[in-house]
């Protein structure tokens, strides 16, 4: 394979499971050392198994400023640079008319899938904008335009993605950092399980490819936005949605 990240260190967000995991290991593959972090111990544990001392595997609460912090600083303090971000840590929340969400439920959503990429960004930019180097990719979704039935919170979270992708872009411009999105639809991860039978019927259904993506496809667009081959794009939001979203 070849090593398009070699000698660049990556952060990875929910990086123990799902798109982030697959992210993971397509940079390591490239020659990437990536900073694993995410709340699940037995997965980090996995991931750490697997990759070695190319990984630096964290529990990290990316709700939590402190948590943010206190971790960086030890990545920093091993690895001395920090090149490539990626939010991908989410959860689709509560399945139901909104009226219905609590608003613990509002909240919880909104931090995990939204602040968190606030936080994690404004903590990374000091040390992508000393490299005059530096990429971040959010991970928003479909939902962002589509605003679906029963999915208020989670669509209202990654809307926000959307926005923020394209202010950070903008606020970034002339440091040499680019921050880009992607919006998928399905992809074939274990957040599909937190989806009713009957929501995501209806989904697959808007698909025109007819089938959900998989976590080799997200991974590929990831790393190539990720990459110095993308140079001349920022602030945008690329579909993986196998057409629902075009």
């Avoid at 697997?50 to 690895?79: P, Y």
Wanted: negative net charge; aromatic residues 6%.
């Amino acid at each position: 394979m070849i090593q398009r990240f070699g000698g660049r260190v990556a952060l990875v967000t929910g990086g123990a499971a799902g798109i982030g995991r697959a992210v993971v290991d397509r940079m390591v593959a490239e020659g990437a050392t990536v900073v694993v972090w995410d709340i699940n111990e037995e997965r980090l544990a996995s991931c750490r198994q697997l990759h070695a001392a190319h990984v630096l595997t964290q529990r990290v609460d990316v709700t939590d400023a402190g948590n943010i912090d206190r971790a960086l600083s030890e990545a920093m303090g091993q690895f001395g640079r920090l090149d490539i971000v990626v939010n991908g840590a989410g959860l689709i929340g509560p399945n139901g008319p909104f009226w219905e969400t609590t608003p613990e439920e509002w909240e919880r959503t909104l931090r995990i899938d939204l602040t968190s990429v606030f936080l994690v960004s404004r903590a990374a930019r000091p040390h992508l904008v000393a490299n005059g180097w530096g990429r971040i990719i959010n991970i928003a979704s479909v939902t962002a335009n589509e605003g679906p039935k029963n999915l208020a919170v989670y669509a209202t979270s990654k809307a926000g993605v959307v926005g923020l992708t394209k202010s950070m872009a903008k606020d970034l411009a002339g440091t040499g950092v680019l921050v880009n999105a992607i919006a998928p639809a399905l992809i074939a991860t274990e957040l599909l399980g937190q989806l009713t039978k009957e929501y995501y019927e209806a989904a697959l259904s808007r698909i025109p490819l007819g089938r959900a993506g998989t976590l080799d496809e997200a991974a590929a667009l990831i790393t190539w936005l990720c990459s110095e081959e993308c140079s001349f794009s920022t602030g945008a939001v690329y579909d993986l949605s196998g057409g629902r979203g075009v």
